[in-house]
């Protein structure tokens, strides 16, 4: 059983930058496509990136796109979500997911459903 520990949130002001590292452990992420969600509340959650298990397929929100990067920390089993020029709109809990081994790559990877193992969430509060 794959578990996601999800770290780095906090309170940024608007233009700022944090990192959100996901770490697994129990399992490893190399061969899984892992995606990035949020949910601000009274909103449904919302897909904000993904990368495949290869990492050849990085999509973005086109909210986020441009700000927002995906990366893959092999050795540390870890896969950080880099989050540059924040939003005050950006404020949310922060997901990460982990799919089945192989999995989705690109649009496939925006549903939530493709993602078998989820983080607890990290609070990421943007002040303007």
């Known amino acids: 059983q794959v578990q996601l520990v999800e770290s780095g949130g906090g309170l940024a002001q608007a233009g700022a930058s944090l990192r959100l590292p996901c770490e697994a452990s129990g399992g490893t992420l190399s061969s899984s496509a892992v995606g990035w969600f949020r949910q601000a509340p009274g909103q449904e959650r919302e897909f904000v990136g993904s990368?495949?298990?290869?990492?050849?397929?990085?999509v973005y929100a086109a909210s986020v796109k441009g700000r927002f990067t995906i990366s893959r920390e092999a050795a540390k089993n870890t896969v950080v979500l880099q989050m540059n020029s924040l939003k005050s709109e950006d404020t949310a809990v922060y997901y990460c997911a982990a799919g089945a081994p192989l999995g989705c790559s690109g649009s496939r990877c925006y549903a939530a459903t493709e993602y078998r193992y989820w983080g607890q969430g990290t609070q990421v509060t943007v002040s303007s």
């Open positions: 990368t495949d298990w290869r990492d050849v397929n990085t």
